[in-house]
């Protein structure tokens, strides 16, 4: 039996089930499931690099919103933050490459 002890969409019991697969599942504690998301991010940005594709970036997309919901935060409160910042610094659009910087 192969260990993966990670975190997995919500349909993946079911999906096992429905094809007859034996497997383990727990719910992950209040107190891992941050802890559980994050080894979770650093997964499927991993899979995004190997592959860029609009699939990868979904799931990208999903931990990133149960970061939010796992953190307290709102999406409106994102927007708000990344509104905040590009105002601040820019965005990643004219595609800067800082090089070097002298020093002092």
């Given at each position: 039996?192969?260990?993966?002890n990670k975190l997995?969409?919500?349909?993946?019991?079911?999906?096992?089930?429905?094809?007859?697969?034996?497997?383990t599942v727990r719910?992950?504690?209040?107190?891992?499931?941050?802890?559980?998301?994050?080894?979770?991010?650093?997964?499927?940005?991993?899979?995004?690099?190997?592959?860029?594709?609009?699939?990868?970036?979904?799931?990208?997309?999903?931990?990133?919103?149960?970061?939010?919901?796992?953190?307290?935060?709102?999406?409106?409160?994102?927007?708000?933050?990344?509104?905040?910042?590009?105002?601040?610094?820019?965005?990643?659009?004219?595609?800067?490459?800082?090089?070097?910087?002298?020093?002092?």
């Amino acid at each position: 039996m192969t260990v993966y002890n990670k975190l997995v969409r919500d349909k993946i019991p079911q999906i096992l089930k429905e094809e007859n697969k034996r497997f383990t599942v727990r719910k992950a504690s209040q107190e891992e499931m941050l802890s559980f998301l994050k080894r979770k991010l650093l997964e499927e940005v991993q899979e995004f690099l190997e592959e860029p594709c609009l699939e990868e970036m979904c799931d990208v997309q999903e931990v990133m919103d149960g970061l939010l919901r796992e953190m307290k935060y709102t999406m409106g409160e994102l927007r708000l933050k990344r509104a905040d910042k590009i105002n601040k610094k820019g965005a990643f659009t004219e595609g800067w490459i800082l090089e070097e910087i002298e020093d002092d």
